[in-house]
């Protein structure tokens, strides 16, 4: 006869906790939200194009890139060729006879130690104080001959633009209604640490509304606009759609933009390489037209520059700036979107349909919790197991985080730092073993109560499981009050892990393959930030530095080692290898540093006993 198949578990018990049909009634909470998000979903508002005649002139700001490049090829940050170059500058806008200013100052550059930066401002008055900023670094980045992020172009393009607004002799200049900035920068090479300086400290950054930045145009690729920033905030959808509208018409083809999936991960970590980030973290409605990529790029050498992409998107920024002039009001201020398919589907719809997301986690949770309390199965010991882990994984990042202020980390400016640069993948050895050493001797303290002497019951590991499954959702409601869109990266594990009481008793891989959905969430970041920034393997290591330096908040620092913690506890769970920690009632077993003590003395106590019998048998 046939072997008979295994029976199936009854519903709620040990073999069978979760409750299936409470799930997936639960997930009839989301349908509202996204009925709300669709009909939510709106086209950008759109400036009216200005009745001023295009004078911008793609083959005279080639000249000024060319004498640039001739002049200063290399503007290193902090070096007489980058002071150099502000000068230049300074010389090529004073003849049109604006209000000249140079801001002087300092910053730490991770990797490379403080460095003196100097912001060139040429300011246009017009009847409103309100004020609209054209912007583009004019330094470089690299080492020796070798050099990147060159955008002489964005430099050539803000002085042609400025020679519109000029206002010498007998020149007739258009007379703005708001106030121009026209801003070149230093350090965007960098993290933007120029454009950072500017929005926190310079007296002119108090009316800025607007923001177009302007970064390596004249290469043949495609017309990006890039919106991403911290907060998360993006900038005004009209300001979007306006910039959009200008650059179709002048190029014949639509931006390129951030694929739908990397503008959510851009809501969870905000984060930008271009110099818009400084001000849509201070709320300002900000810009960045680019033909490089995700990651910045250079412009081409003086036979590959491409002209009249530069007169195309110089043209476009002409037309933009003169649309805000007219119609600055409605473009004002920052918020949260998806644009996908020239569409803005709002931060807070998306928000919401998140936070919905969360409910059928919480009632599988909830019940599973329930149904433990019924059976009396002991969650005190699965407490504090999860306890000990999340003590040890704090501890970690406290440790990382003293490392970094005693300097053994590169340490610098909270900015995004230059993926090339040796911070970004290259960190002083003996400072890394020095901390991985330190957190191996902890995790052997912590271990020692946490290894299992004998195989746990089945309640025991339930009970383990769902302690680990209701931290998970204390997390995610903490991520919602900090940043709600930061769900995206949790949600995989709060939907899969759920499973995994479900799964005990099935084969390993089965058992695998369910742990590793719950990781999906941290893998797509990993994975975007590696393909869209070219980083590779040293995503790690990048995102490490960004903690180091500040720029990772210490609160999602906080979220994501004890989410670690929990994870590691449903780890051991599916491995066997778990083990409830014991009460004090029950003899709490000796920890490494006790252990060794113990052992140091028993070893000098039998020692002493041995020479002392040694003694007396010598003696008699």
Known sequence: MPPTPPRRARRGSVGRPVNGRLYRVAWLAVALPLVIAAFTVTRPTVLPATTLPPTFSGPAAGEIAAALRA???????????????????????????????????????????????????????????????????????????????????????????????????????????????????????????????????????????????????????????????????????????????????????????????????????????????????????????????????????????????????????????????????????????????????????????????????????????????????????????????????????????????FGAFPGGAAVPLDPASSAAGSWPRLAVTAFVLLAAAGWLVARVRLAPTQPATAEEELAGQTVALLALGLISLLVIATNVYALILFLPSLHAWLWLPQVRDRPRLVRAMVFAAGLIGPALLLGLLAKRFRLGLDTPWYLAELTAIGYVPIVAVVLALAWVAAAAQLLVVSTGRYAPYPGAAEGTPPGLLRTGVRTVVLGVRGRRRRSALARREYGS
């Open 71 to 405: 002049r200063d090829p290399i503007r290193t940050p902090g070096s007489n060729f980058d002071a150099d170059a502000a000068s230049w500058i300074t010389g090529e806008f004073q003849p049109f006879g604006l209000r000249v200013t140079t801001d002087t100052f300092t910053a730490v550059i991770p990797g490379e130690g403080r460095v003196t930066l100097r912001n060139v401002a040429a300011t246009v008055p017009g009847r409103s104080p309100q004020t609209i900023v054209v912007m583009a670094h004019r330094d470089t980045a690299g080492e020796g001959l070798v050099v990147h992020r060159d955008n002489r172009s964005g430099t050539a393009a803000l002085i042609e633009i400025a020679r519109a607004y000029t206002n010498t002799g007998g020149a007739a200049g258009v007379k703005p209604q708001h106030t121009i900035v026209f801003l070149s920068t230093d350090g965007g090479a960098f993290g933007g640490l120029g454009a950072e300086h500017f929005v926190e400290h310079s007296p002119e950054a108090e009316n800025v509304l607007a923001v177009v930045n302007l970064d390596t145009i004249a290469t043949n690729r495609r017309l990006r606009i890039e919106i991403s920033g911290p907060g998360p905030h993006s900038p005004s959808p009209t300001l979007l759609g306006s910039a959009v509208d200008r650059v179709t018409k002048l190029t014949l083809s639509s931006p390129g933009r951030t694929s739908l999936f990397g503008q959510l991960v851009d809501l969870a970590f905000p984060f930008s390489l271009y110099e818009q980030w400084p001000f849509l973290e201070h709320q300002i409605s900000a810009i960045t037209l680019t033909t490089a990529g995700d990651r910045p790029g250079s412009d081409p050498a003086p036979g590959r520059f491409d002209v009249r992409r530069l007169g195309q998107v110089g043209s476009a920024a002409q037309g933009l700036v003169s649309s805000l002039d007219q119609g600055l009001e409605l473009s004002q201020g920052t918020s949260s979107y998806v644009y996908v398919a020239d569409r803005i589907v709002h931060g807070w719809a998306l928000a919401l349909v998140l936070v919905a997301l969360v409910i059928p986690f919480g009632a599988g949770s909830i019940d599973l919790f329930a149904r433990c309390r019924r059976r009396h199965v002991p969650l005190g010991p699965a407490f504090r197991a999860l306890r000990r882990r999340l003590g040890f994984w704090l501890s970690v990042g406290a440790l990382f985080e003293l490392f970094a202020f």
